[in-house]
């Protein structure tokens, strides 16, 4: 089981901005695609986004496409989760996973493994709220 440092969840208001990270432990960015998967109250777990392994092509579910920005950083062999124009509706545990592939079918974002929890953070809970 792969393991995560995730970081920068919290209280925002609608509108507001907020930047998630993702540090894989034992491993790079070069080895796995990184995910971001998200599950809202009472709501099933939904991929996000996703960046490939460098180069790193990004991927973007039609629900966060124009809002959210995935970026890798290998230096600090980082994935961050660039938030904005949250809405209450992206109340979430926020989880970064490393899969294999990542792709947008009919504007969902589709990755391999899928949402099966293999090699998947602890997550971090982003709440939009006045």
Not at 32 to 38: E, G, L, M, P, S
Not at 59 to 71: E, P
Request: hydrophobic share 30%; charged share 15%.
């Amino acid at each position: 089981q792969l393991e995560f440092v995730e970081s920068g969840g919290g209280l925002v208001q609608p509108g507001g901005s907020l930047t998630l990270s993702c540090a894989p432990i034992g491993f790079t960015l070069d080895d796995y695609a990184i995910a971001w998967f998200r599950q809202a109250p009472g709501k099933e777990y939904e991929g996000v986004s996703c960046i490939s392994r460098s180069p790193g092509s990004s991927y973007y579910d039609d629900s966060v496409k124009g809002r959210f920005t995935i970026s890798g950083d290998n230096a600090k062999n980082t994935v961050y989760l660039q938030m904005n124009s949250l809405k209450p509706e992206d109340t979430a545990v926020y989880t970064c996973a490393a899969v294999w592939h990542c792709t947008v079918v009919e504007g969902v974002l589709r990755t391999t493994p899928g949402i099966d929890f293999t090699n998947w953070g602890r997550g971090t809970h982003v709440t939009v709220s006045s």
